[in-house]
């Protein structure tokens, strides 16, 4: 494995909980720079991939490399090379926008000028700015999917994991999303590794894209190839060739779905 | 130090925003001083052992910082609940200084609200000794404080619901504060209980508010001082490493 031109290298990675295989042997590379999608259905496995991937959950068995360094052994060197929007929640309610904007970047060390410049473009960027000091749990859904992306890219950091960032948000923003992100990556050779649900970004924003289903990679390359390999017009239908069209429904613990049911009332 | 000042301001203003919060933590304490203060003092004279308000007063402070402590510990069940502690346990610093600041903040709460009901105690009539010694009686309450927090830590790092805390609660905190001295005289127990009250470590906290506050330790502000400093430290060590091996 050559680490210095690789930001992710990820080989026979496995992890089971219990009896349940989650991600099941799977190898893929993504290069520094690239923006690289991780598509598949729900309980695939993508998110249990994101999670070793940023030390958040060790490996079953398996060699994982990010940014040349061993997210299981190298602990800190790691979580110093990216920063993460994850696909739950991760906002802090009881303070307001500013602050959790303001926490982050002290924590990633954003000297405070480039931080204050940062947090007001941002947040004006996704029309946020006005309710800066209002605390978040005063936020709607949006808004605080919206405050969570633009944490997310307060630090640039040479990797960045996106899990489902642009769920439940309108077209506009998601394009907003997406330009800024495919300009930083470009400006600063920032690494992208994202999931997504909406095929078209996927075929519109990523260079590369492994499809994963039941744990394992299906197939990889660019969208192109994999619309060749399966003989469609479009990456939706690569998509749907590769992994079927049965429907998956997300495992959700009882808490989760109460919070869920709480949100839609909310 | 970036990370230690984050973690210890969000603990400082989540504390000041939640009014209910500070009144439960104040008014608890106040309704023990005059429930138990005016009800057991006429007993508590007659039975030649002085003035039980006087008495009471360290006891309840201890407890103020122990119920708060643990909660603010505990409060890593809430952020795993609500998401929050993802952030944080991705921060690109070691999980020892997430910890570290979180304890801190925690702390810094507590004693906080250890001084105000010292404050409030004056106004059913409560006078310290000596008040030269308030600065080690705020250096033992700080102590006690970074004991509980980090032991709150250390175990709701491994509780995953909420069940979690009423267990801690019921099964924990109770016993620590009833079995501590808190609201009776160490001396002339029977042997089983003078037992039970020296391996509890809040025993020697109430001790040493004693000492401090009122010039009546009975146990020594030196052993005090042993016993609360060395379980703060290796609280604090179980509590880091218990924080450092959490998994999402
Ligand atoms: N902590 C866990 N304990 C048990 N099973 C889990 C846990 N996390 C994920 N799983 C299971 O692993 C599988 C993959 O989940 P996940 O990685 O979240 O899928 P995706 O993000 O692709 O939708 C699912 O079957 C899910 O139920
Ligand atoms: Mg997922």
Redesign the interface.
């Known amino acids: 494995m050559n680490s210095q031109e690789n930001a992710i290298e990820v080989k026979n990675l496995v992890k089971k909980f219990n009896e349940i295989t989650a991600v099941n042997d799977i190898s893929f590379t993504v290069s520094r720079g690239e923006i690289f999608a991780f598509l598949g259905p729900n309980g695939a496995g993508k998110s249990t991939t994101i999670?070793m991937l940023?030390?958040?959950?060790?490996p079953t068995s398996g060699c994982v490399l990010v940014n040349g360094f061993n997210p299981v052994t190298e602990?800190?060197k790691v979580?110093?090379s990216?920063g993460?929007v994850?696909q739950?929640?991760?906002?802090?309610?009881?303070?307001t926008a500013y602050?959790n904007m303001n926490?982050?970047g002290?924590?990633?060390?954003v000297p405070r000028q480039l931080r204050q410049e940062r947090i007001q473009g941002l947040l004006q960027m996704f029309e946020l700015w006005d309710r800066r000091n209002h605390?978040v749990k005063t936020y709607s859904g949006g808004m605080k999917r919206r405050l969570e992306i633009a944490r997310g890219l307060l630090h640039h950091p040479s990797i960045l994991f996106l899990d489902e960032p642009t769920v439940g948000l309108d077209p506009q923003t998601r394009n907003l999303i997406w330009e800024y992100i495919k300009e930083m990556s470009k400006e600063e050779n920032v690494t992208v590794f994202f999931t997504t649900h909406y095929m078209d970004e996927a075929a519109r924003v990523a260079e590369r894209v492994a499809i994963i289903d039941n744990g394992r990679i299906m197939a990889q390359g660019s969208s192109d190839q994999l619309k060749e390999q399966t003989k469609t017009e479009s990456l939706e239908d690569a998509f749907l060739a590769i992994t079927g069209t049965a429907i998956r429904e997300e495992e959700a613990s009882p808490?989760s779905r109460m919070r869920l049911i709480a949100r839609r009332r909310g | 130090m970036n990370a230690l000042y984050v973690l210890w301001i969000r603990q400082l203003k989540r504390y000041m925003r939640s009014r209910s919060r500070i009144i439960g933590a104040l008014g608890q304490p106040l309704m023990f001083l005059i429930a138990l203060g005016y009800g057991f003092g006429a007993i508590f004279q007659r039975a030649g052992a002085g003035n039980y308000i006087y008495f009471l007063v360290p006891g309840v402070i201890s407890q103020t910082i122990l119920f708060t402590s643990v909660f603010s510990g505990s409060e890593i069940i809430w952020d795993r609940q609500f998401g929050f502690l993802k952030e944080t346990l991705v921060a690109p610093v070691s999980r020892f200084y997430i910890m570290l600041g979180r304890t801190l903040g925690g702390a810094t709460v507590a004693t906080a609200q250890g001084l105000i009901v010292l404050l409030l105690s004056h106004i059913v009539g409560y006078r310290m000794e000596n008040y030269l010694m308030l600065p080690l009686a705020i250096a033992f309450m700080f102590i006690i404080a970074l004991m509980f927090t980090a032991l709150g830590i250390a175990i709701a790092s491994r509780l995953t619901d909420f069940q979690g805390f009423q267990l801690i609660i019921n099964f924990l905190v109770m016993p620590l504060f009833f079995l501590s001295g808190a609201l009776f005289p160490l001396s002339n127990l029977p042997k089983s209980l003078t037992i039970i009250t020296r391996i509890d470590p809040l025993s020697y906290g109430v001790d040493a508010m004693r000492g401090t506050l009122n010039n009546a330790s009975h146990l020594g502000l030196g052993l005090d001082m042993l016993v609360t400093g060395t379980l703060t430290l290796a609280f604090l060590a179980g509590g880091s490493y218990l924080f450092a091996k959490i998994e999402i």
């Open positions: 999670k940023t030390t958040l959950l060790a602990q800190t979580r110093k990216f993460i994850f739950d929640p991760s906002l802090d309610d009881e303070l602050e926490y982050h002290i924590l990633y060390s605390l808490y």
